[in-house]
């Protein structure tokens, strides 16, 4: 990469739609960087001063709960301890993000403020962000691991922890102010290891790319770029959504056959030390294995292919539960027989699958968590959920086995899949 400045045209705005998209996954995706002006997406939809609100609601939540977890601070580049961040998070009568900026220029030269999961305190924002993600999703794969929404704000000069590579391919989207991203490739950074964490890095500066953004832009630059913010210490506050891709098919796949094996192993592959006849011969030839092997051998032999396929289809299922999130976002309401329900998000289905080795047996999933019931009445009621209807719980949940439906539906519930 040679040190230039990347843009598009302003005069057209870029619309994120199938033909863009399909464009990225070939040619960007995890390959080389990217600068946007004048996106079209519902992600820039949201203005400075909603976000404002958001912030003012997290931090609110936090005070009330003593604790600023989702928040850190980093003041010169240090970051502040929680009891800290308590005392410089966003109040109400800050009254927009460029006066709370006013308040903590007053007292800091040098601050950044980063809030992960903001939209979590907003359910009717989240299909912005889960409307880019699913595109996205949907041409690139879903996310093995997750991805992860940030809000950082402030005027800091560089990335607190300097150049650096994250194991995420990162979408920043300026809400305010003008933001620089100075980029290297992991060839130039391998050739030149006292870029990592570097503040100081003049003499490298001819060799990086330059992205930079303004509110209604859009930036792009694969897991293995090497990166920095910088800033003249004006104001600026962006989005970024990092989506990580450290996890490979193959762990998701041992993940879940270690749970399956979890699950079927008896009660003696717990124990901490192995019952062996002979180590070896006197020779030191190694011909036998302890009966605790022949075992747990033979409960992985007697697998049927149908328990295989189950055991691997209730963990994918769990998994895009989540939406490619962390976690998300969760409801509270206690569910009642008398209670009237709908999906949060009519995008956003409870997932079921029917077991393959057991007819009665059905699997509900929302939000990573996974329950087992063979209430057909549960069912009923998901997939008339799922259809986008209202629906009043006692209608579907009746007879002898409500009792316990009700609470398995709560589960779901809590997990934030109706309201
Ligand atoms: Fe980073």
Redesign the pocket.
């Known amino acids: 990469m040679k040190s230039s400045k990347t843009s598009v045209s302003p005069l057209k705005p870029v619309l994120l739609d199938q033909k863009f998209w399909k464009n990225f996954a070939a040619n960007y995706w995890e390959k080389k960087p990217l600068a946007l002006k004048n996106v079209k997406s519902g992600l820039l939809e949201m203005s400075a001063a909603e976000i404002f609100d958001l912030l003012v609601l997290y931090s609110d939540r936090c005070r009330k709960l003593n604790d600023p977890e989702g928040f850190k601070f980093y003041i010169d580049g240090f970051k502040a301890d929680a009891d800290d961040v308590l005392q410089v998070l966003p109040v109400k009568s800050d009254k927009s993000l460029l006066g709370y900026h006013a308040r903590m220029e007053a007292e800091f030269s040098d601050y950044c403020l980063v809030c992960d999961e903001l939209l979590k305190v907003n359910l009717k924002k989240q299909h912005l962000l889960t409307d880019f993600t699913d595109e996205l999703y949907h041409h690139v794969g879903f996310p093995n691991r997750f991805s992860e929404m940030g809000l950082y704000l402030g005027n800091y000069r560089k990335?607190p922890f300097g150049v650096?590579?994250?194991s995420c391919g990162?979408f920043s989207f300026p809400v305010a102010g003008t933001k620089t991203f100075r980029l290297w490739t992991p060839e130039f950074a391998e050739k030149h290891p006292d870029l990592d964490r570097a503040f100081k890095y003049d003499k490298y500066k001819k060799d990086s790319l330059v992205l930079e953004a303004r509110p209604g832009d859009m930036t792009y630059w694969p897991s293995n770029a090497w990166?920095i913010a910088e800033s003249d210490g004006s104001f600026s506050a962006t989005w970024s959504l990092?989506v990580w891709v450290d996890q490979p098919h193959k762990n998701m796949f041992s993940d879940s056959l270690k749970d399956l094996l979890d699950s079927k192993l008896a009660k003696d592959a717990l124990k901490p030390t192995t019952s062996f006849k002979t180590l070896h011969n006197k020779s030191g030839e190694v011909t036998e294995l302890p009966s605790a092997y022949r075992d747990s051998m033979a409960v992985l032999q007697n697998l049927s292919a149908l328990q295989l396929q189950e055991a691997f289809l209730k963990s994918w299922m769990k998994h895009i539960s989540l939406q490619g999130f962390k976690t998300i976002p969760k409801v509270d309401l206690k569910i009642t027989p008398k209670l009237n329900i709908k999906l949060r998000n009519n995008r956003a289905l409870i997932l079921w699958q029917q077991s393959l080795t057991d007819k009665k047996v059905f699997y509900f999933s929302f939000g990573g968590v996974l329950v087992e019931s063979k209430s057909r009445g549960l069912l009923k009621l998901v997939t008339a959920l799922n259809a986008g209807k209202t629906c009043l719980v006692g209608q579907f949940l009746k007879g002898l086995t409500a009792k316990k439906d009700l609470a398995l539906l709560q589960k779901l519930v809590d997990a934030g899949s109706c309201s």
């Open positions: 990335t650096h590579v994250d990162v990166h990092g």
